[in-house]
């Protein structure tokens, strides 16, 4: 095994990681410095191919993955106009995701790496997506950085999470959701109202047009806990749109829409909030896919109690800049990994 | 509608407790090698019953729905794996049989959530489930074995639920 530990690294100057990312349907390679600047952002999303599927199908996106990561890579070094040998290590996403997705990234870093004398330092995905919050955008400045203790809201497809951040690289896990994540939510409703996938943005887009009282949705507090459900909603409204159906009168897509997304926002937002009062955040920040919400972003952006960061919406999907973002604090910290570290398919913020 | 025989077994389920302690009780005598297909509507409780048989098997880690990620995998202490797979975005099952099933079945128990999406690359041996909404509360689920593996399994299932074992 190479003894990764031994490279010379110029601390002095800023530290350039390369990042790569391939846990879902996003192949993305990126170069960051100092997990602040982006230098180069490359994502190669394959929601066109998986939109035929209706979602992500696992040979398709491996394949794919395959296909398009070393020019993924090739093009990051280039946008960066930089080879290997201005980098000083390779952070991969490790985990959670698709084993046969995660592999794909891990291989191509542990080649990258071994090529070129490189530490790699594995990474999980949540923890990235937090990182994205740190990633500079024009018109912030370093004292605005997000504050310790810090509430994080991680909301994607696949996850969604409330952890407390004491500090770098330090989580609490508060709760989680116990059935459907936020974003897959909205897929399934979206797909019930006939609507486009990805659903996220297909339903933002029918509930402008809709009132969100139309429909009393229920929201599920889940009081005394920090854990979020999703299901007993997605079932009142297939239950409602069932009962419109035999009504044979044409369904009122626009308000369930904008009902539906009233529900979610609501419960997010309002937990969130109330977390940061329970643990005297000074803090919050929202990542994943689902911050992309509009309504959401709006909502937290209405509360006049604890500023809220918001990574600007390049960042909110998967990306790999947050990858590079997360492995220079974990860099820094002296993490170097073996070439042998395998893929983490369930990889809960409770154990980083 | 499955016709009831034999190999059939049917309940209904008054809430989602009951349907979580329904799949505790299927969960503790699964193997290694075991393939529960479940059919059901949206909402019809799918992943509840999956969250029970998780827990009877000995999950430490929370059962979710794995719809986006596609696959869940869910640990024991004795390095044990519990499979959870979800065919629900499987419209097209053109490439269906690449999915490698046999490789999770190897090492686990594998549940597929939608199964029928994807019934030509199942296994002939299962036991499947049919959930149905009843009403808001009330769901009907409905364990069939196809093989004789599946019927013991079934028998086994049977004398926990009803007692005589």
């Not at chain 1, 070129?116 to 605005?144: C, F, K, V």
């Not at chain 1, 419109?244 to 926002?265: G, K, R």
């Not at chain 2, 009403?135 to 086994?156: C, H, M, P, V």
């Amino acid at each position: 095994m190479t003894d990764t530990t031994q490279q010379p690294i110029s601390i002095d100057g800023p530290i350039r990681l390369l990042g790569i990312e391939t846990s879902c349907d996003e192949t993305a390679a990126s170069v960051v410095e100092s997990g602040r600047k982006i230098i180069s952002n490359i994502v190669a999303s394959q929601v066109d191919i998986h939109a035929q599927y209706g979602g992500i199908y696992p040979e398709v996106a491996s394949r794919q993955h395959i296909i398009t990561i070393y020019p993924i890579v090739e093009q990051a070094l280039q946008d960066a106009h930089i080879t290997l040998d201005d980098v000083d290590g390779i952070a991969v996403t490790r985990g959670p995701g698709l084993s046969g997705s995660l592999v794909v990234g891990l291989n191509t870093a542990k080649g990258l790496a071994l090529a070129n004398q490189l530490p790699i330092i594995g990474i999980n995905h949540l923890e990235a997506h937090i990182y994205s919050a740190w990633l500079d955008h024009p018109e912030r400045r370093t004292e605005d950085d997000p504050k310790f203790p810090l509430l994080a809201l991680i909301v994607s497809g696949g996850h969604t999470e409330l952890a407390l951040m004491t500090d770098h690289l330090e989580y609490q896990r508060l709760g989680g959701t116990l059935d459907d994540a936020a974003g897959e939510a909205f897929d399934k409703i979206a797909r019930l109202l006939g609507l486009d996938y990805p659903g996220g943005p297909a339903i933002q887009q029918a509930a402008i047009e809709g009132n969100e009282r139309a429909f009393s949705f229920p929201r599920a507090w889940l009081e005394n806990t920090w854990d979020f459900s999703f299901s007993g909603l997605k079932t009142a409204v297939l239950r409602e749109v069932r009962r419109l159906e035999e009504t044979n009168l044409p369904l009122p897509i626009n308000d369930i829409a904008a009902s539906f997304q009233a529900a979610v926002v609501d419960v997010l937002v309002n937990k969130t909030l109330f977390a940061a009062r329970e643990f005297k955040a000074k803090d919050i920040l929202v990542a994943g896919g689902v911050s992309a919400n509009q309504l959401l972003r709006t909502r937290f952006e209405e509360n006049d109690e604890f500023t809220v960061h918001i990574p600007p919406l390049v960042l909110c999907t998967d990306n790999a800049a947050m990858i590079s973002g997360a492995g220079y604090y974990r860099f820094i910290a002296g993490q170097r990994d073996e070439l042998d570290i395998d893929a983490l398919p369930n990889w809960p913020l409770s154990e980083i | 509608m499955p016709i009831l025989d034999q190999n059939s077994i049917e309940f209904i389920s008054r809430g989602t407790d009951y349907t979580r302690r329904v799949g505790i009780r299927l969960g503790t005598i699964l193997k290694d090698g075991d393939v529960i297909c479940l059919e059901g509507d949206l909402g019809s409780g799918k992943t509840t019953l999956v969250q029970g048989m998780a827990a009877g098997w000995g999950s430490l880690d929370r059962v979710t729905s794995p719809t986006f990620v596609l696959m869940n995998l869910y640990r024991r202490l004795d390095g044990g794996q519990f499979h959870h797979l979800d065919a629900y975005r499987l419209d097209n099952v053109g490439e269906a049989r690449d999915l490698d099933l046999e490789t999770y079945i190897e090492t686990g128990p594998l549940v597929i959530e939608w199964a029928e999406r994807i019934k030509s690359v199942l296994p002939a041996d299962h036991l499947w489930v049919t959930l149905r909404i009843v009403d808001i509360e009330q769901r009907d689920l409905i364990f069939s074995a196809r093989g004789s593996y599946y019927k013991s399994l079934l028998e086994n299932f049977r004398a926990r639920i009803y007692g005589g074992l």
